[in-house]
């Protein structure tokens, strides 16, 4: 049976570890042929690896979200490699040092905005022309549910998750008339390196975010990437500028 992605092609950023792996790898047994962009090459190339060991198909892009001569360059070698871009996800991203508002230094704050908003404004600015120019296509940015809150901790963070949550709105609405639906994903605390770099041992750090979800328990990578799947299928095709939580109720 072909799948739901069946010969679709691919970008996802931030696609050698945790959420954008995962959507990588549920995008290809859907059928999409991926491009993998990111910074870190040995997990790009092992996310490769894992797409082509379940019989799929996947290439590795070196490319830096902050760069806009990187994130053109990946939109290119999509083209050049798959004839296509369908779909994107602008999912790289870091979650900054933690400190609160008056310790954080300028430095951090301009990195954390650099990587998490500025790479999703690139990200958009150069895949949507392709899109329009092939007659539509969909992306998916991966914001946060620090989209929608207080970052007390993380003020830099949760500020640029608010950023991409207004760049999708104003993406979904500018660009909806010519074919391009534009959403995001905000996921509540998933199991990834990015969640359990901290201090905090994995196992003390999950059990603190579980006693505050609904749901008893933080996300598997795998669960957020059946949202994008969806946001990206022709099922979510009335689907445009939904700022899509995945959190496990928090903030119901
Ligand atoms: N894990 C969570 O709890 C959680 C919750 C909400 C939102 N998110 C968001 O999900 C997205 C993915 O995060 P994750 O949890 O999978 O983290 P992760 O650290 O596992 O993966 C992030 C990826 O982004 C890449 N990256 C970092 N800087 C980059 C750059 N300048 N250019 C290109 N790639 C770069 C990293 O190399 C890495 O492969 C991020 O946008 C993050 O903010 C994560």
Redesign the pocket.
């Known amino acids: 049976m072909p799948g739901i992605l069946q010969d679709k092609s691919a970008l996802i950023?931030?696609?050698?570890?945790?959420?954008?792996?995962?959507i990588a790898l549920a995008f290809a047994a859907e059928g999409a042929r991926v491009v993998i962009?990111?910074?870190?090459g040995d997990?790009?190339r092992e996310t490769v690896r894992m797409i082509e060991a379940q019989g799929g198909h996947a290439a590795f892009c070196h490319?830096?979200?902050?760069q806009s001569a990187?994130v053109q360059a990946m939109v290119r070698f999509t083209m050049e490699r798959y004839g296509r871009l369908d779909c994107a996800c602008n999912?790289?991203?870091?979650?900054g040092i933690v400190a609160p508002l008056h310790d954080l230094p300028v430095e951090e704050f301009d990195r954390v905005l650099?990587?998490?908003m500025r790479?999703v404004f690139l990200g958009l600015k150069y895949e949507i022309p392709q899109m329009i120019a092939q007659g539509g296509g969909v992306i998916v940015n991966?914001?946060?549910?620090?989209a929608f809150m207080a970052g007390t901790e993380a003020p830099a963070?949760a500020a640029s998750?608010a950023g991409v949550a207004s760049l999708t709105r104003s993406a979904a609405k500018a660009y909806a008339a010519r074919g391009v639906r534009v959403n995001a994903v905000?996921?509540?605390?998933?199991?990834?390196?990015?969640?359990l770099?901290r201090d905090t041992p994995p196992e003390d750090l999950k059990r603190r975010h579980a006693a505050r979800i609904p749901l008893g328990r933080?996300?598997q990578?795998a669960e957020?990437a059946q949202v994008v799947l969806w946001l990206c299928s022709p099922a979510a095709s009335y689907v445009t500028g939904l700022l899509h939580l995945a959190a496990g109720g928090i903030l119901a």
């Open positions: 950023t931030g696609g050698a570890s945790g959420i954008g792996r995962a962009a990111d910074i870190a997990g790009g490319a830096d979200c902050t990187d999912n790289a991203g870091i979650g650099a990587i998490n790479g991966t914001a946060s549910t620090a963070y998750k905000c996921p509540g605390a998933t199991e990834t390196p990015l969640l770099r933080i996300a990578p957020i």
